[in-house]
């Protein structure tokens, strides 16, 4: 890849991941199959997969020209640094910002936003153990969104916001639904919301939850 001292990042989160799932399936295909046909075909339909992702005339397609050479984890943790540039990050937010989002959350307890990397972060996510609640800040369709609710039952199952098995409890929200009247709604969602936006890999089940829950 060239310099990206004029990079204009095209790439969201979830598909950053979607695209280090396909590469990492491309190495682990180099480890089971012999086959030097069989090995090109999976190569280049994960190449197929990768730029169905984005409309094509919004990218240079040479910026993907290296994934059907990729046959070994050096080469692919290479290429995937080298994407990074790409990617769009989750939209900066100063605590300020947060609290105005939880107007009525007193002595609300502030993710450490210097830890977070927000280009693998689709939304924010942290549980308040004062509250005993936990805390979403979802940007759906250009506008921040703050949502918070209890966080309970943890269990192993499925994750409704990024779709993979893994440790979750219920979030339950109370919401609006209408004049004077409010009922819960929610899903099982990961424990860890950081783990939750390394394995989200479509923001459809994540827009389906903020329907769901939003006010």
């Known amino acids: 890849m060239e310099s990206h001292m004029n990079t204009k990042a095209f790439i969201r989160c979830d598909q950053y991941n979607f695209i280090k799932h396909q590469v990492k399936n491309l190495v682990s295909s180099y480890s089971i199959v012999k086959d030097p046909a069989v090995l090109k075909a999976v190569a280049f339909r994960s190449l197929d997969k990768v730029m169905n992702l984005f409309p094509e005339d919004e990218y240079d397609k040479a910026i993907f020209d290296k994934i059907p050479e990729i046959d070994g984890e050096i080469q692919a943790n290479f290429f995937l640094e080298e994407l990074k540039p790409y990617v769009i990050p989750f939209r900066s937010v100063s605590e300020k910002t947060i609290e105005k989002l939880f107007p009525k959350a007193k002595k609300l307890k502030l993710p450490k936003m210097e830890e977070i990397d927000l280009k693998e972060t689709s ?16 940007d759906y369709n250009g ?5 918070n609710g209890t966080f309970r039952n943890t269990t192993k199952g499925i994750c409704s916001l990024c779709n993979s098995l ?3 409890a219920l979030f339950m929200a109370n919401v609006k639904s209408g004049k004077e009247t409010y009922t819960n709604r929610g899903n ?8 939750c936006n390394q394995n989200i890999k479509t923001l459809d089940k994540l827009n389906q939850f903020i329907e769901l829950v939003k006010r």
Not at 123 to 138: M, P
Not at 188 to 195: N, V
């Open 123 to 138: 939304y924010l996510g942290w549980y308040d153990i004062r509250s005993e609640r936990k805390y979403l800040v979802f």
């Open 143 to 147: 506008k921040l969104i703050g949502i």
């Open 166 to 168: 893994e440790e979750v």
């Open 188 to 195: 099982y969602i990961c424990s860890d919301s950081q783990k």
